[in-house]
């Protein structure tokens, strides 16, 4: 039911996004773009009412590094570790079919009724959004709430960023790399720049309540950083039923799934899923240019140290 979910929820997004005039397709909220294509002005005014659970499983990540596949990953993780019977597995398919969560669980998609259907759904939900922290429902922290924080290197973000965001027409017009560059980097992009939210979540480290993973980690030793994750989330799962995951999750078996999870937008959102695609792209000068941004705003934070810009960003 969440694969037809999601598939329903892309569908009419895909379909509306046509009556959407190419002005209209950004908004600003709260001084942030957003997508107006999956993204709803009175979702985010009321963003804060979300009454989240303390056992909910929180992935945050900016766009495009990597919540699309890490989210399936923990669905995963949990599904294994709840070890439902049958009789629990149909009463959990009747609550989402029933709650017509028609839409990805992220937070700031979708309209903001919502938030009334989540409240249908069984414990523990699976919870995703792109939000900076300072943006993210108070409730989240109030109840300590657990919160797995994704990044991935800032250059193959940025490739995948323009892919993406022209695949899907969510700026007024295509842009070129040249052009989708300069507002990456400036922070002219649906959720902001992202070295902004590197900064933000730097104050977090030691917060037992988060942890945080790299794409990068997670594609070099898949198993391990499912094994890291199942731990932080209190996951009770087998060595067997890790590797299980390992290979239904590999980016092969999710892409070659993709038109039944995601229906059209599936192509667009697994490409190539590999380490260093920016090579292939960035100038001499816009490698200076990200290499200095990086060094001057994050560089010296403990998490930018834990990114390894030098090993995944450097010729």
């Known amino acids: 039911m969440a694969q037809a979910g999601m598939r329903e929820f892309l569908k009419k997004a895909l379909a509306e996004k046509e009556e959407i005039s190419p002005s209209d397709r950004l908004f600003f909220h709260n001084g942030e773009m957003y997508p107006a294509m999956i993204c709803c002005p009175q979702t985010l005014k009321i963003l804060d009412t979300f009454e989240t659970r303390s056992d909910d499983v929180i992935?945050?990540?900016?766009?495009?590094?990597?919540?699309?596949?890490?989210g399936q990953i923990l669905v995963e993780l949990e599904a294994a570790s709840g070890k439902y019977d049958d009789e629990e597995r149909k009463n959990r398919s009747m609550w989402q079919r029933e709650s017509e969560l028609s839409l990805f669980p992220y937070?700031?998609?979708?309209?903001?009724?919502?938030?009334?259907?989540?409240?249908?759904?069984?414990?523990?939900?699976?919870?995703?959004?792109?939000?900076?922290?300072?943006?993210?429902?108070?409730?989240?922290?109030?109840?300590?709430?657990?919160?797995?924080?994704?990044?991935?290197?800032?250059?193959?973000?940025?490739?995948?960023?323009?892919?993406?965001?022209?695949?899907?027409?969510?700026?007024?017009?295509?842009?070129?790399?040249?052009?989708?560059?300069?507002?990456?980097?400036?922070?002219?992009?649906?959720?902001?720049?992202?070295?902004?939210?590197i900064i933000e979540w730097n104050k977090y480290l030691d917060d037992k309540n988060?942890?945080?993973?790299?794409?990068?980690?997670?594609?070099?030793?898949?198993?391990?950083?499912?094994?890291?994750?199942?731990?932080?989330?209190?996951?009770?799962?087998?060595?067997?039923?890790?590797?299980?995951?390992?290979?239904?999750?590999?980016?092969k078996a999710m892409k070659d799934r993709s038109?039944?999870?995601?229906?059209?937008?599936?192509?667009?959102?697994?490409?190539?899923?590999?380490?260093?695609?920016?090579?292939?792209?960035?100038?001499?000068?816009?490698?200076?240019?990200m290499d200095r941004k990086f060094k001057e705003s994050v560089a010296r934070t403990k998490l930018g140290m834990i990114l390894k810009y030098d090993v995944y960003c450097k010729c």
Do not use: C
Request: hydrophobic share 40%; glycine share 6%.
């Open 107 to 197: 937070l700031e998609f979708g309209d903001p009724g919502k938030f009334e259907r989540m409240k249908q759904l069984p414990s523990r939900r699976v919870i995703k959004t792109h939000l900076a922290p300072q943006r993210l429902p108070k409730s989240i922290f109030q109840k300590k709430a657990k919160i797995l924080v994704l990044f991935r290197n800032p250059k193959d973000t940025a490739v995948s960023y323009l892919h993406f965001a022209n695949s899907m027409n969510l700026f007024p017009t295509q842009k070129n790399w040249d052009e989708f560059f300069s507002d990456f980097i400036s922070g002219k992009v649906p959720w902001g720049l992202y070295f902004d939210h």
């Open 59 to 70: 992935l945050v990540g900016y766009p495009k590094t990597g919540t699309n596949w890490v």
């Open 210 to 251: 988060v942890m945080f993973i790299t794409y990068e980690e997670i594609k070099e030793n898949a198993a391990l950083g499912m094994k890291k994750m199942a731990d932080f989330f209190d996951f009770s799962v087998s060595e067997q039923e890790i590797q299980s995951i390992v290979e239904k999750t590999s980016f």
């Open 259 to 289: 038109s039944e999870t995601y229906g059209e937008m599936g192509k667009n959102l697994f490409r190539k899923g590999i380490v260093g695609d920016w090579k292939n792209i960035f100038s001499e000068d816009q490698n200076e240019e």
